[in-house]
């Protein structure tokens, strides 16, 4: 898979929560977060994704923060990025696949 694609579904996963360029490099384990940021301003120029100064809904810090806008007809499970971020820590690694997120234990 790669980046660009990992980047939009692991921010897509996070909806509605919003993520900071560095915590979605150290997700994905990304060499740098400019590899990350450069990704998501691109995906902020789209309909489908917002780029904005927030807070990261995995790491609390107020920064430049990329959400995946809520897909038109379809459903989402309300809390699913704030349930996940809930579940991790900055220390747990994680595993990136076709099927979604999860943190390695």
């Known amino acids: 898979m790669i980046v ?3 980047i939009n579904d692991f921010v ?17 384990r990304l060499s740098s977060h400019a590899h990350a ?3 998501t301003e691109a995906l902020g120029t789209t309909s489908d994704f917002a780029r904005y100064r927030g807070r990261c809904v995995i790491c609390d810090s107020e920064r430049t923060v990329t959400i995946a806008r809520e897909p038109k007809g379809q459903m989402r ?3 699913i990025g704030a349930a996940l971020a809930g579940q991790l820590s ?3 690694p994680l595993l990136v696949n076709e099927v979604g997120v999860q943190a390695l234990r």
């Open 37 to 39: 940021a450069q990704t």
């Open 12 to 28: 897509t996963l996070l909806h509605p929560g919003a993520v900071c360029d560095r915590c979605i490099a150290e997700a994905l």
């Open 77 to 79: 499970p309300a809390n």
């Open 4 to 6: 660009a694609q990992m």
């Open 90 to 92: 900055r220390e747990e």
